[in-house]
């Protein structure tokens, strides 16, 4: 809900990049409806305790202050939030309470697996979100267990690997003599 409400913060703020048409002209063209929503999402927005309104004014700016290729990069990550069932986006959102009390190298790896997730298709998306259930289901024994079959599968990969490198490299080598010979 905070992201619906700063994004109709977006539409009634009056930054410099959107001075062009005044707030109050934009809203006058939308459709009925669509004005009808965003009165009830501003009334929203009005009922927040100041500390929520002030958090989302600076996101607000935060938003502003991006170059136009993070801005729309928000946004589109943002639509894709929305598409997201019900479920999909507690799920997201609780893992966002959890990804801020981490340390910083901890939070720079997680990023890289939520934008998997938010890139992904919605069979994938479901997918990675069940196994991610699964995992939290799990014993810390059978993670470890987990952990452990995953490494010997990385390593058994990386044997085969080699096993193909060398074989390549001995083909090679035995070409290059009978060439010569």
Do not use: C
């Amino acid at each position: 809900m905070k992201w619906t409400l700063l994004i109709i913060a977006v539409l009634f703020g009056a930054a410099p990049a959107r001075a062009q048409q005044s707030a109050e002209d934009r809203f006058r063209s939308l459709p009925a409806e669509k004005q009808e929503e965003l009165r009830r999402r501003f009334r929203e927005l009005q009922s927040l305790p100041p500390a929520e309104r002030a958090e989302l004014r600076r996101n607000l700016e935060r938003l502003d202050a991006m170059p136009p290729e993070d801005r729309r990069a928000v946004l589109e990550n943002y639509r894709r939030f929305e598409q997201m069932t019900p479920e999909e986006r507690q799920q997201i959102l609780q893992r966002w309470k959890e990804f801020r009390s981490l340390p910083p190298e901890k939070r720079a790896d997680l990023r890289q697996q939520l934008r998997r997730i938010m890139d992904a298709d919605p069979a994938e998306r479901r997918q990675l979100l069940d196994n991610m259930g699964r995992w939290e289901r799990m014993t810390p024994e059978q993670r470890e267990e987990m952990r452990q079959r995953f490494r010997e599968r990385r390593e058994q990969r990386r044997q085969e690997r080699q096993e193909r490198r060398q074989e390549r490299q001995e083909r090679r080598q035995e070409r290059r003599q009978d060439r010569r010979g």
